[in-house]
């Protein structure tokens, strides 16, 4: 028995080596690694927003819409519809049914009936990525030929997964991913049994079922078009197939009684135009190929931006506005929820396709808020010091208000609320460690030049920012001066962020903020129980409209100008920008009644303190008026005020008395002593001010302000140029106190002459070189700064 065995083991041994080197060479040819079949193509990218609505499908390369999606994702019934439609043998034939092929072949050749091309889904497979002519004996050879290659080198469920990721469904669309967005706007995981069952039967006759269902002749397609009796026929037959497999779907049969709709390619969303190109932009940067792109867009609030944006171009069309950008950025996760970036995408008489949310523009004043809160930081002012908003010279920078006006004594709210520029140049002036320049630069502000090419002209717009940036800067005040970069991908973490303000300084900023009232034309709106924190802008020329500001967790930033930077007097802050900004928040709370800040802990280092309103210092005992403002222990500059000062009068003569005072014929008055300056001011304003009268000669007892040298700027060179042949001369100027009438001023030891309060003496230096100045009063008291001149050609 043995003998025998091994007798036919030898007789067959060849045949049998045969077919083991061809198990083997099979095995090999699977096993080696070959293309995957999802590269064959390009893909189309789905972008959605935060609540999984579609916003855009783009084309692939080849102008088609074509959305990937791995087999395990797709729906069983999906699945299995398709292979009990067009294949029911598709997991046990090698990639060709030979009955099929022979009854194709009767049909359409010897019966001379309709075409039959019995082909396989492997077959259907191998003539889309080959392009295959199948319509002869000779073009279906090269398909099953193909179809072999194909089983041979890929398994059964990457050749189901590619068909029905290449299948054709119509027009331009191929695949069931994209077949699904396009006509039923849901992702193929989300199709129903009537949906998955339709999408099943359209690739055997793609151009005719879809062509009669989404377009009648000679009519323009419709959004919501009914499917077509033939699709809905071919579907029938196929649920009726279906139900004897499961039958536990009997049961749905009403569904597909109801009338199911296509929509038309042409009728896909294009929402957030601006914003999705963005993201599809940022995406290529980085090199990143996905079928979806998960955005923090919410596309209810993109509405709501659009329909108001669009309105109040509308409003103000009769004033010269025709263009306007906007953005909403929800400050707890730094996500741009809505971003407008012009009045209208498709209107080329305003580039309306150029994105104006990334433009680079002059902030006007909305980076003033960043200027006072670095002086909390730095320990400059608290929010109730009293500025002199009055005619100031920084060295050559001499800067005016919008209004062209001086307010005298204004306290740093009052200052930022109603935009004041020389307190804001002097608190500039007046940081170091960093710089308002280098506090810019930390924020990652784009493409800046040298600190000296802007000098203090940065703290009135003389610098540019695009939207975003300025979006960002403001959500680092709502976030308690923590920077972080802002988000467009869902899946993009939020970044931990750097400290570029304390808590305290963002809180007191936040709160002069709150105080700044609406404009009047939109007092009309219901106030909200909301606080707005905000703040306008204007550029010079009239060439941009600002106004940038939070409600409860949104920063919100409008820009009303023209994309060519064409100026127009109606582009003011408060009158072209401020309005927009109250009708988004309005519509912003009208749409969430609920609407609420983030919670925040109050800043552990920050206190409340009485101050003297009139000076914003300690009140001394003849303060009248007191008020509180916050106060930053060991850092906020703290004095006791000397502004309201006690004088004696005689009573027989109604001069000063000195002393020794007898009660029965003297009586004590509260003066106000105001420096020159602020005093100049008060008179030009009409606004009334008891002179303090001379003081006697016992005025020694007298505790007055020494002068304050105001020009030139402490540490600053100033430069003569030997074409001028020297005669460039260097203005000085000090703020005295009330009872001075004489200012003497010394330059090293030498006296130069003298000036009266208020007034400039101009002085012409010999030579280059270090110099010390002093200015004196007439009541002896002093101040000296450094003076340096150079010499240049």
């Known amino acids: 028995m043995k003998g025998f065995f091994f007798k036919q083991l030898r007789r067959w041994q060849n045949p049998l080596m045969a077919l083991l080197l061809l198990a083997l060479a099979v095995v090999g040819i699977r096993l080696w690694p070959h293309p995957p079949l999802s590269g064959i193509a390009s893909s189309s990218t789905a972008v959605y927003d935060d609540h999984g609505r579609l916003l855009r499908l783009t084309l692939a390369s080849d102008e088609r819409y074509r959305v990937w999606v791995p087999l395990h994702e797709m729906p069983s019934a999906l699945v299995q519809g398709v292979m009990l439609h067009e294949?029911?043998?598709?997991?046990?034939?090698?990639?060709?049914?030979?009955?099929?092929?022979?009854?194709?072949?009767?049909?359409t050749y010897l019966r001379g009936g309709n075409r039959q091309g019995g082909s396989t889904i492997t077959m259907q497979l191998a003539r889309l990525i080959y392009h295959l002519n199948t319509r002869s004996p000779g073009g279906k050879m090269r398909q099953v030929l193909h179809s072999l290659q194909?089983?041979?080198?890929?398994?059964?469920?990457?050749?189901?997964?590619?068909?029905?990721?290449?299948?054709?469904?119509?027009?331009?669309?191929?695949?069931?991913?994209?077949?699904?967005?396009?006509?039923?706007?849901?992702?193929?995981?989300?199709?129903?049994?009537?949906?998955?069952?339709?999408?099943?039967?359209?690739?055997?006759?793609?151009?005719?079922?879809?062509?009669?269902?989404?377009?009648?002749?000679?009519?323009?397609?419709?959004?919501?078009?009914?499917?077509?009796?033939?699709?809905?026929?071919?579907?029938?037959?196929l649920y009726q197939r279906w139900v004897r497999t499961h039958p536990q779907d009997a049961a749905l049969a009403s569904l597909f009684q109801l009338p199911l709709r296509l929509r038309a390619p042409e009728h896909l969303p294009f929402a957030a135009p601006h914003f999705v190109e963005e993201v599809l932009a940022d995406a290529r940067l980085r090199g990143e190929v996905s079928p979806e792109v998960h955005t923090t867009l919410d596309q209810d609030?993109?509405?709501?931006?659009?329909?108001?944006?669009?309105n109040h171009v509308q409003r103000y069309a009769d004033r010269g506005v025709r263009n306007a950008v906007a953005m909403v950025v929800d400050t707890r996760?730094?996500?741009?929820?809505?971003?407008?970036?012009?009045?209208?995408?498709?209107?080329?008489?305003?580039?309306?396709?150029?994105?104006?949310?990334?433009?680079?523009?002059?902030?006007?004043?909305?980076?003033?808020?960043?200027?006072?809160?670095?002086?909390?930081?730095?320990?400059?002012?608290?929010?109730?010091?009293?500025?002199?908003?009055?005619?100031?010279?920084?060295?050559?920078?001499?800067?005016?208000?919008?209004?062209?006006?001086?307010?005298?004594?204004?306290?740093?709210?009052?200052?930022?609320?109603?935009?004041?520029?020389i307190p804001a140049v002097y608190v500039a002036s007046k940081l170091q460690n960093p710089s308002f320049y280098q506090f810019l630069k930390d924020a990652g502000i784009s493409r800046m030049a040298d600190e000296d090419y802007y000098g203090l002209a940065l703290v009135l717009g003389g610098g540019e920012v695009s939207m975003e940036e300025l979006a960002k800067l403001y959500a680092t005040l709502a976030n308690r001066g923590t920077l972080a970069p802002l988000r467009r991908r869902a899946d993009e973490p939020r970044a931990v962020g750097a400290r570029m303000l304390s808590d305290a300084a963002?809180?007191?900023?936040?709160?002069?903020?709150?105080?700044?009232?609406?404009?009047?034309?939109?007092?009309?709106?219901?106030?909200?129980?909301?606080?707005?924190?905000?703040?306008?802008?204007?550029?010079?020329?009239?060439?941009?409209?600002?106004?940038?500001?939070?409600?409860?967790p949104y920063v919100i930033v409008v820009w009303v100008g023209n994309f060519d930077g064409a100026g127009n007097p109606a582009f003011v802050g408060i009158e072209a920008a401020a309005p927009l900004f109250f009708h988004i928040v309005d519509a912003l709370q009208a749409r969430d009644p609920t609407l609420a800040e983030p919670a925040h802990a109050p800043p552990q280092n920050l206190k409340r303190v009485d101050v003297c309103l009139a000076s914003g210092d300690l009140p001394n005992a003849w303060c009248p008026r007191r008020g509180g403002t916050w106060f930053i222990p060991g850092k906020s500059p703290i004095r006791v005020s000397n502004v309201h000062r006690p004088v004696i009068v005689d009573l027989a003569s109604g001069q000063p008395a000195c002393p020794p005072y007898d009660p029965a014929k003297t009586r004590t008055e509260i003066f106000e002593y105001w420096p020159s300056d602020l005093a100049k001011v008060f008179r030009q304003a009409g606004i009334p001010r008891r002179t303090p009268p001379p003081l006697p000669d016992c005025?020694?007892?007298?505790?007055?302000?020494?002068?304050?040298?105001?020009?030139?700027?402490?540490?600053?060179t100033y430069t003569r140029r030997v074409s001028r042949g020297g005669e460039e001369r260097i203005a000085f100027n000090a703020t005295v106190d009330a009872g001075v009438q004489t200012l003497y001023w010394f330059v090293n030891d030498g006296f130069v002459g003298t000036a009266?309060?208020?007034?400039?003496?101009?002085?012409?230096?010999?030579?280059?070189?270090?110099?010390?100045?002093?200015?004196?009063?007439?009541?002896?008291?002093?101040?000296?700064?450094?003076l340096r001149v150079d010499v240049v050609q």
């Not at 029911?88 to 194709?104: D, V």
């Not at 992702?187 to 879809?210: C, F, H, M, N």
């Not at 709160?511 to 404009?519: E, G, I």
């Not at 280059?768 to 101040?783: K, M």
């Open 87 to 107: 294949d029911a043998w598709f997991r046990w034939h090698p990639g060709f049914n030979p009955i099929s092929l022979l009854r194709g072949a009767w049909v």
């Open 150 to 237: 194909l089983e041979l080198f890929y398994s059964k469920d990457a050749i189901l997964e590619a068909y029905l990721n290449y299948a054709p469904y119509g027009r331009n669309v191929e695949g069931a991913g994209a077949a699904s967005l396009v006509y039923f706007d849901k992702p193929v995981t989300q199709l129903s049994l009537p949906e998955a069952l339709t999408l099943a039967v359209i690739p055997q006759d793609p151009s005719r079922r879809v062509r009669e269902t989404v377009s009648a002749p000679g009519a323009a397609p419709t959004a919501d078009d009914l499917i077509s009796p033939r699709l809905t026929a071919a579907r029938a037959r």
């Open 301 to 310: 609030l993109q509405h709501l931006l659009e329909r108001q944006l669009r």
């Open 333 to 421: 996760d730094l996500g741009i929820k809505a971003l407008v970036g012009s009045a209208d995408y498709f209107d080329a008489g305003i580039a309306g396709q150029v994105n104006g949310a990334l433009a680079k523009r002059s902030p006007g004043s909305t980076l003033k808020p960043f200027i006072y809160a670095l002086g909390f930081d730095q320990g400059i002012l608290h929010p109730q010091t009293v500025l002199r908003d009055v005619p100031t010279s920084f060295g050559p920078f001499t800067p005016e208000n919008f209004d062209g006006r001086f307010l005298g004594p204004v306290t740093a709210t009052e200052a930022l609320v109603r935009s004041r520029n």
């Open 506 to 552: 963002s809180f007191m900023v936040l709160d002069m903020l709150r105080q700044n009232p609406r404009p009047d034309d939109t007092s009309i709106a219901q106030p909200g129980h909301l606080p707005v924190y905000w703040k306008t802008g204007t550029s010079w020329g009239f060439r941009d409209a600002w106004t940038a500001g939070l409600v409860g």
């Open 699 to 716: 005025s020694a007892l007298d505790e007055g302000q020494a002068p304050q040298i105001v020009s030139p700027l402490r540490g600053e």
């Open 756 to 786: 009266k309060p208020g007034d400039p003496l101009l002085w012409q230096p010999a030579a280059a070189g270090e110099y010390t100045l002093r200015a004196i009063d007439d009541h002896g008291r002093a101040d000296a700064r450094a």
